[in-house]
């Protein structure tokens, strides 16, 4: 099974950016569908954001439209999620999620997530 480790979270002004970096430790990195998550406390995990294993298609969540972008590199078998202009509502610890191996399913869902990585907080101060 894969390992996730993610990387890049903490604490931020409002306004701000941060990059998140999760690295896989399997190849080939393209046989997984990609996604971040993220759960404040006393709420649900929720998505956030997914590309495909391609990468050729990518889907966010509202609120983060236009503010993240979710990326990735096969050769160093990681995943990135840029955020921008970061708001005090971001703050969670953000999760790295892949799909089980060769999966059409890119996870939108919790119940699309084959493998989690252990989180990474994001605090975004006002």
């Known amino acids: 099974q894969v390992h996730l480790e993610e990387s890049g979270g903490g604490l931020v002004q409002s306004g701000g950016s941060l990059r998140l970096s999760c690295t896989a430790s399997?190849?080939?990195?393209?046989?997984?569908?990609m996604a971040w998550f993220r759960q404040s406390p006393g709420k649900e995990r929720e998505f956030v954001a997914s590309i495909s294993r391609s990468g050729d298609s990518t889907n966010y969540e509202d609120s983060v439209k236009g503010r993240f972008t979710i990326s990735r590199d096969d050769d160093k078998n990681q995943v990135y999620l840029q955020m921008n202009s970061l708001k005090p509502g971001d703050t969670a610890v953000y999760f790295c999620a892949a799909s089980p191996p060769y999966s059409v399913v890119v996870p939108t869902l919790l119940s699309h997530v084959g493998t989690w990585g252990q989180g990474t907080q994001v605090t975004v101060s006002s």
């Open positions: 399997r190849r080939p990195f393209s046989t997984y569908g």
